[in-house]
């Protein structure tokens, strides 16, 4: 019983703690698309979209946008240029918000970052954009808005390609709170088991050495 106790404990603590910090950093998001310098500059700035300049949004193979803690996810942008000038890509950025509250901000997901990439009149092209939102973050529905920065005649424009919901599924490990816990009721049942069958070969074996010491002494 003991031992299943303390064996619970030590499982239980390697469990990551269920109300960690939501809340991330951008440095923390991995080390996917490195961000220049000058494309630093671009970013978390707010633009306006450019006249005549669509953007779509899938995610492949993927339409229930489902995106698993900690894993990479894929998702591609489509831009469609009706415009009269060229469009230069600069860098796709998204963020992961509360869906109740989308003012809270939980991550600010890494910028993937385009080189001059270009997209003429009449053109569409698509863009993809790798992300990991945190491994921390809970099993759940959160709002995802991201955006596409880019420059037409030198001037900065933003759209924003997706502005909904995505579901947050928790990595698929072994060991999920209720497992651990019915894994602890079952060793803890095995140990009752065993203490009650050691109890009961124990008054067993006092029984069969009081009739082996009368029969002894009858026959002595
Ligand atoms: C997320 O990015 C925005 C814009 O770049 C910045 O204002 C904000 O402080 C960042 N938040 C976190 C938690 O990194
Ligand atoms: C991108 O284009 C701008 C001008 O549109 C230029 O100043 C800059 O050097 C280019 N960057 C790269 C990485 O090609
Ligand atoms: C996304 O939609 C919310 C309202 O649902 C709005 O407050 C927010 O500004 C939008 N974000 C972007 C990037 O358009």
Same mark, same amino acid.
């Given at each position: 019983m003991l031992i299943g106790y303390v064996f619970c404990l030590i499982v239980v603590r390697c469990e990551p703690d269920p109300d960690a910090e939501v809340i991330e950093s951008a440095e923390d998001g991995g080390d996917l698309g490195i961000v220049g310098e000058d494309v630093q500059d671009f970013v978390g700035g707010s633009f306006s979209p450019a006249l005549g300049v669509e953007t779509v949004c899938v995610f492949p193979k993927n339409p229930s946008k489902l995106v698993v803690a900690g894993e990479e996810s894929e998702l591609l942008v489509g831009i469609k240029n009706d415009g009269e000038s060229s469009i230069n890509i600069i860098a796709i950025q998204a963020s992961v918000h509360l869906p109740f509250d989308h003012q809270y901000l939980v991550q600010n997901l890494s910028a993937q970052a385009f080189n001059n990439a270009s997209v003429p009149p009449s053109a569409q092209a698509t863009f993809p954009y790798i992300f990991a939102v945190s491994k921390f973050l809970q099993a759940g529905t959160f709002d995802f808005a991201g955006t596409i920065?880019? #420059?037409?005649?030198?001037? @900065?424009?933003? =759209?924003? *390609?997706? !502005? &909904?919901?995505? /579901?947050?599924? #928790? %990595? &698929?490990? @072994?060991? =999920?709170? /209720?497992?651990? *816990? +019915? *894994?602890?009721? &079952?060793? %803890?049942? +095995? &140990?009752? +088991?065993? *203490?009650?069958?050691?109890?009961?070969?124990? !008054? +067993? =074996?006092?029984v069969i050495t009081v009739f082996v010491l009368y029969y002894s002494l009858l026959f002595l």
């Open positions: 920065v880019y #420059e037409i005649d030198q001037q @900065p424009y933003q =759209s924003t *390609f997706y !502005n &909904g919901t995505i /579901e947050v599924t #928790e %990595a &698929g490990g @072994p060991l =999920s709170v /209720e497992s651990v *816990f +019915l *894994f602890c009721l &079952g060793i %803890a049942l +095995l &140990g009752l +088991l065993g *203490f009650w069958i050691r109890g009961q070969i124990q !008054n +067993l =074996s006092k």
